[in-house]
């Protein structure tokens, strides 16, 4: 409990870098949030939760300096979420090096995807370096300050940035403000200060993470007068998760959301086009071991979705709240073959204000059962999931069939 106590007192200290996941976050990301494209798939809660990564893989993950891991899946009979991460580690001198690594997320609330360059220098005062993430358009490019201690096999690990967003765009000297084909000057400039903490111990984990996209506003200045006016945005995301073993019993608990707001007003039409969106996820779990080799879980989940618009892109407001049990059996066998099997069930309401855009299917309840396969073969673990629909649904369901999920990950 010390350690935790230890990666508590870290994270008070790096407060004001914790504006509200992943200890890095970027515009593009916080742009294209957007919660209304998730009720397309009337299932969305019940996917994303089996699109997660098997946590059986997150030790290796997090002690490996080279690795790639993918998560896909469908979202429904359109749409395929897709996930990709890769990360390459390259050693510069006996106390530096070159960090690599590339993220590319599609998914149905959010896509982007970056490179990072991070050149990272161990010192007496912890590991240090600068970030660079290139882009075509060169006002996008982006710059941070690194500071960590420790790594994936620490007790105690800590991860901060303070990064510089669009350093091209207008900031002190630098003066170029072309997006695509078109002017976009920052007036306000945004910096995305993150922190990330881990504790580890023999029976505990705990893990808090932030971000903060600070307010940027900023002039569009474009060849149709019609899309003239200024764009402003911020954000923050956040995740705390803990976990705390008592003999053959594990408690889980995980808290993670994300909050953005933006505005478009245009000088041809009235209004500020504002756009807010928030959600947030709230889990508990329970495990017991049975054995060495069987294993029992159950899980609810507690998901609040809000998004409002604003004339002239709309004058609504769209709430969900997803509440889902899970529960599941698993069961290792051989050497590095798992079979899993569960039921799902979730209970959504939706509540639809003034002319909200978008598709809904309003308030219903989801179930369905799923099986699953996970194998390792030399440093490639992979996973398949097979979902069964246990509903009568409004559209066409063949042979019960209803998603399908595979994770990858490897090693170098």
């Not at 976050?25 to 939760?49: G, N, P, Q, W």
Request: hydrophobic residues 35%.
């Amino acid at each position: 409990m010390r350690r935790a106590a230890a990666a508590l007192f870290a994270l008070l200290l790096l407060a004001p870098s914790l504006g509200a996941s992943r200890a890095h976050a970027s515009i593009e990301e916080f742009a294209t949030f957007d919660l209304s494209r998730m009720e397309e798939d009337d299932e969305s809660a019940l996917d994303h939760y089996l699109a997660r990564q098997p946590v059986a893989w997150r030790d290796e993950w997090e002690l490996t300096t080279n690795g790639f891991r993918t998560s896909q899946g469908c979202l429904t009979s359109g749409l395929w979420n897709t996930e990709y991460e890769t990360k390459v580690r390259s050693p510069m001198g006996q106390r530096s090096h070159l960090d690599l690594e590339l993220l590319q997320v599609e998914t149905d609330y959010a896509h982007y995807q970056w490179l990072s360059l991070d050149f990272r220098f161990l010192t007496r005062v912890g590991n240090v370096g600068v970030r660079f993430r290139p882009n075509y358009d060169k006002s996008q490019q982006d710059f941070a300050f690194l500071w960590s201690h420790g790594d994936g096999s620490s007790p105690l690990q800590v991860e901060t940035a303070l990064t510089i967003e669009d350093m091209f765009n207008t900031f002190w000297e630098f003066r170029q403000a072309r997006v695509k084909e078109h002017n976009e000057p920052y007036r306000r400039h945004p910096f995305e200060p993150s922190a990330r903490v881990i504790s580890r111990g023999k029976k505990h984990r705990l893990e808090l993470a932030g971000t903060w996209q600070t307010p940027s506003r900023k002039v569009i200045d474009d060849p149709d007068s019609t899309m003239d006016g200024a764009f402003t945005l911020w954000g923050s995301k956040f995740l705390v998760v803990g976990e705390r073993q008592f003999s053959d019993w594990t408690l889980e608990t995980r808290l993670d959301g994300e909050r953005v707001l933006t505005t478009r007003p245009t000088r041809r039409e009235p209004g500020n086009a504002r756009l807010f969106r928030r959600m947030w996820n709230g889990e508990l779990a329970v495990r017991r071991q049975f054995g060495a080799d069987t294993r029992a879980e159950l899980r609810w989940m507690y998901k609040d979705r809000a998004q409002s618009w604003a004339p002239p892109g709309g004058d609504g407001r769209l709430r969900a709240l997803d509440r889902v049990l899970t529960t599941e059996i698993s069961r290792q066998f051989l050497t590095d073959w798992n079979a899993r099997a569960g039921l799902m069930y979730d209970r959504v309401t939706i509540a639809v204000h003034g002319a909200a855009p978008g598709f809904t299917w309003g308030s219903r309840k989801e179930s369905r059962a799923y099986l699953g396969l996970r194998a390792k073969f030399g440093r490639v673990s992979v996973q398949g999931i097979e979902c069964i629909e246990l509903d009568h649904e409004p559209y066409e369901v063949s042979f019960h069939h209803d998603k399908g999920f595979l994770q990858l990950q490897t090693t170098f």
